[in-house]
């Protein structure tokens, strides 16, 4: 376990490529009204995916009237699921957060909910943000609320969200996962992730993606 200095190192310097990459993503909405929404057209409905278990989720597009949705699942991850998602302890999302994570592109920026079909309560979340030195690259971000995990919905979501990426011309995802979560290095390893690089606390993954079909 690592001590409480480095995991508030690390939550410090992504708490600010966070906010700047909010800043970035609220400028190029403005400087091209033109793209937003882009790829949420025949999508935008979703499909019903059935799980290794049986239940059945409904995996869409994320969109702003979704702000709710997400922070209705936060609140039902476990503390150690936030530290692991964040990084570091994470008492709640604030609303220049839930905006952030639900005001999404779809072309540079993209997220997928998946839905439980059973009460309509969001399960689990997996997003994509493009690299603004690289587009081809993008960061891979999946959270999967702890009562859902070890259902294959998290292999699922990034699955779908990896033919999104590679219709918008993205080439490789980049993880970075904390070193204690070994839930999510499984889900990695299930999606053929190669380990590039060891940080103090966490593990950088990158992900292949071939030309969309």
Do not use: C
């Not at 971000?141 to 779908?160: F, P, S, Y």
């Amino acid at each position: 376990m690592l001590s409480p200095h480095i995991y508030a190192a690390l939550a410090h310097e992504r708490h600010q490529t966070f906010l700047a990459q909010a800043e970035t993503d609220r400028r190029k909405r403005r400087a091209r009204p033109h793209r937003q929404r882009r790829g949420a057209g025949a999508a935008a409905t979703g499909s019903t995916v059935v799980l290794r278990d049986g239940s059945a989720v409904l995996i869409r597009p994320v969109r702003s009237a979704d702000a709710p949705l997400l922070a209705d699942g936060f609140a039902r991850l476990s503390d150690r699921s936030r530290r692991l998602r964040f990084l570091s302890p994470k008492p709640a999302l604030s609303p220049i957060e839930l905006g952030y994570f639900t005001d999404v592109d779809h072309h540079d920026h993209e997220a997928l909910g998946a839905l439980d079909h059973a009460d309509g309560r969001g399960v689990g979340i997996a997003r994509y943000v493009r690299d603004a030195d690289d587009p081809q690259a993008a960061e891979l971000a999946v959270t999967v609320i702890d009562d859902w995990q070890g259902r294959g919905l998290g292999t699922e979501l990034v699955a779908q969200l990896s033919e999104r990426a590679r219709s918008e011309g993205i080439r490789r995802f980049t993880a970075l996962v904390a070193a204690d979560n070994p839930a999510m290095a499984r889900l990695l390893r299930n999606v053929r992730a190669d380990l590039v690089r060891r940080e103090p606390g966490a593990l950088q993954y990158e992900i292949t993606l071939g030309p969309a079909e």
